[in-house]
C-alpha cells in the first residue's frame, strides 16, 4: 500500500481578520499546487482516496488536484486533519484509511512531517534528512508499505520511495 502525505501549498497571511482555517492559498502556492498535482499524474502517484483537512487552503490544494485525476477516488473531508495538526496523523490514517492501495492525505505541518518520520523505516539518508530539514508546504512524501488495512499502520514500518518540493520540480512538465 501507499501512502502520499501532501502538504498543503503556501498559503495567503494578508488578511489578519480571517481565521487561522479560512486562509486561501496565496498565488504562488496556487502555481506550486498545479505543479505539483502535474507532477504526480506524470509519475502515476494516483490516490484512490484522499483524506483532506477542513482548512481552505487544503481544499483549495485539493481543487488544483481534481483535475489531474484519473481514477475513481474517494474524498473525505476530515475536521481532525486540521484539529490534530500539532500530532501526527497515524491514528487518523488507522481509522480513515481502510483498504485504499493509494492513500493521499492533504494536510498541515508539523503533523505531515512528523507523520512522514515516524511512519519511515528505510529510506536513503539523503531524503529523511531533507524532511528532517524541512518539509516546505507544497511538498510531498510517498511511503510505501507492505500491509492489506491501514488499520495494520505501524510507525517505522515504510519504505520513504521519495520526498519531492515543487522548487525541485521543472517550471513547466508539459
Not at 105 to 112: F, K, L, Q, S, Y
Not at 166 to 173: I, S
Request: proline share 4%; hydrophobic share 35%; net charge negative.
Amino acid at each position: 500500500m501507499r501512502l502520499l502525505l501532501f502538504r498543503h501549498a503556501k498559503s495567503d497571511w494578508g488578511d489578519a481578520n480571517l481565521a487561522d482555517i479560512d486562509r486561501p492559498l496565496n498565488s504562488r502556492g496556487k502555481t506550486a499546487s498545479v505543479k505539483m498535482a502535474r507532477y504526480m499524474k506524470e509519475q502515476g502517484l494516483q490516490p484512490n482516496q484522499i483524506l483532506c483537512s477542513t482548512a481552505q487552503r487544503t481544499r483549495e490544494t485539493l481543487a488544483r488536484l481534481l483535475p489531474t485525476l484519473t481514477q475513481e477516488t474517494q474524498i473525505h473531508l476530515v475536521s481532525d486533519l486540521y484539529q490534530q495538526s500539532e500530532d501526527d496523523y497515524v491514528g487518523l490514517i488507522r481509522r480513515y484509511g481502510g483498504r485504499a492501495q493509494n492513500l493521499m492525505v492533504i494536510g498541515h505541518n508539523p503533523a505531515t512531517e512528523d507523520t512522514a518520520l515516524s511512519l519511515s523505516g528505510t529510506a536513503s539518508s539523503d531524503a529523511i534528512a531533507d524532511i528532517q530539514e524541512k518539509f516546505p508546504t507544497g511538498a510531498l512524501a510517498v511511503i510505501d508499505f507492505d500491509i492489506a488495512d491501514w488499520s495494520e499502520l505501524q510507525p517505522k514500518t515504510g519504505h520513504l520511495e521519495r520526498f519531492v518540493k515543487p522548487r525541485d520540480l521543472k517550471e513547466d512538465l508539459d
